[in-house]
């Protein structure tokens, strides 16, 4: 059994590796030049981090990634939420930069085997089971993958019914040095809010390495706040307890609109779609990535035998298409709300997917390791 693969993503590559520790032969194509991951930080909840474990990537984003051990919602410069987070707390939550998670998933990749191909345009797809890239090439398979995000030209070529919506709010994500953020509180996952005398929001977020991820929110209809390169007078103005941190942005970051897209159906006879081509979500539960390599891997264990490929897709759909749209039903509703600002929701609803064991990973309590650069509570 034989897969093509658009995009290189973490979609892609946890299906390639899911598949190739299956039996399968993969081919992956990426349309950039260079294999690396864009955007900041990340954070991987448990059930992403199940998956990592899943794929042979987990040791390496482990060794590193920050473990915060609580996670803080201050409003207006008030605590209004607080909670304990990894270690012995029910939830697991890891930071870092993309290249970190990305790095760890690529060496799993190289692990493998799996073939990559740089500079490799997916163009379209045939329900048959056939990859078209640029330049006229066919390339025949028992499987298509279209994991090449959130614009992908693979799942439009198929005539997909595909629903966008955009919100009211964008977020300017930078990468700067922790500096002196460092010890104690500075060692949580702070969600800075403010809504007077403008809306803002900075996430703040400790990576490996002593770099600082920042997700910098603001409204769309705000031309002061969404400018970029940021306005430092802006950002300290409202939070001046991060004025060294957002002093150090200079002209970094890049602005993109909160996003959801929606399909009617995740397959077209042997073309899967997966990830951000599926099922892209506004950010406000950190779960796009996590649930992209989920439905990765949980495809890879539907289609394992190959006995009847177009039925083993209806059934993957079947079985974890629900959480995914609760999932980005809720951080639409989070994003249309901005409830995050009177703090973060821990409960069943908001965090049902982070606490969800993936298609294909062990049952069993997940490890809670000494690895990674946990920091002790207060
Ligand atoms: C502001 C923001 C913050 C976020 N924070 C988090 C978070 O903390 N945690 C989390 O889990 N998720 C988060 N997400 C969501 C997460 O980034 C995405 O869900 C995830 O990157 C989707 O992975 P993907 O592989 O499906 O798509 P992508 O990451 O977009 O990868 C697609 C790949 O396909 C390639 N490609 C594109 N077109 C083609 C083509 N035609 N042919 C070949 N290759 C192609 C691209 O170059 C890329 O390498 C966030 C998203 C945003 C916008």
Redesign the pocket.
């Known amino acids: 059994m034989h897969a093509e693969i658009?995009?290189?993503?973490?979609?892609?590559l946890a299906a390639a590796i899911a598949l190739k520790r299956r039996g399968w032969s993969v081919r992956v194509?990426?349309?950039?030049a260079e294999l690396r991951a864009f955007?900041a930080g990340?954070?991987?909840w448990e059930n992403?981090q199940r998956v990592l474990q899943a794929i042979g990537a987990y040791e390496d984003v482990a060794r590193g990634a920050h473990q915060a051990p609580g996670y803080e919602t201050r409003r207006n410069g008030a605590c209004v939420s607080f909670e304990r987070i990894n270690g012995a707390n029910p939830f697991l939550l890891m930071t870092m930069t993309r290249q970190h998670l990305y790095a760890a998933i690529l060496a799993a990749s190289a692990r493998e085997g799996i073939e990559i191909v740089t500079r490799?345009?997916?163009?379209a797809a045939r329900p048959e089971g056939v990859l078209e890239l640029a330049g006229g090439r066919s390339l025949k398979a028992d499987l298509v993958i279209a994991?090449?995000?959130?614009r992908s030209?693979?799942r439009d070529s198929l005539g997909i019914a595909c629903s966008r919506q955009k919100y009211q709010d964008g977020?300017a994500?930078v990468l700067v040095e922790r500096g002196s953020f460092v010890g104690g509180a500075w060692d949580h996952v702070i969600d800075f809010w403010a809504f007077e005398p403008r809306t803002l929001r900075i996430l703040y977020a400790p990576c490996e390495d002593g770099r600082l991820y920042m997700?910098m929110m603001s409204p769309r209809n705000d031309p002061e706040a969404t400018r970029l390169p940021i306005d430092p007078a802006v950002w300290a103005g409202t939070f001046p307890e991060l004025t060294p941190a957002i002093e150090m942005v200079g002209s970094r970051g890049r602005y993109?609109v909160y996003e959801t897209s929606y399909l009617d159906t995740w397959s077209f006879g042997r073309v899967a779609i997966?990830?951000?081509?599926a099922h892209?979500m506004p950010?406000t539960l950190?779960?796009?990535?996590?649930l992209?390599m989920m439905n990765a891997l949980s495809l890879a264990e539907f289609v394992a035998k190959g006995a009847d490929l177009i039925a083993d897709l209806t059934r993957w759909e079947a079985r974890e298409r629900a959480l995914t749209d609760h999932t980005q039903a809720r951080a639409a509703e989070l994003a249309r709300t901005r409830a995050l600002g009177s703090g973060m929701q821990w409960d069943d609803v908001g965090l049902r997917a982070a606490r969800h064991v993936p298609t294909g990973t062990c049952p069993e309590e997940f490890p809670r390791p000494g690895a990674g650069t946990r920091a002790q509570p207060e």
Do not use: M, N, T, Y
């Not at 194509?29 to 950039?32: C, D, G, L, P």
């Not at 997966?274 to 081509?277: F, H, M, R, T």
């Open positions: 658009a995009g290189a993503g973490f979609a892609g194509h990426e349309k950039e955007g990340i954070f991987i992403g490799s345009a997916a163009v994991a090449d995000g959130v030209a693979v977020i994500r997700a993109d997966l990830g951000d081509a892209a950010p950190a779960q796009g990535a996590c992209a």
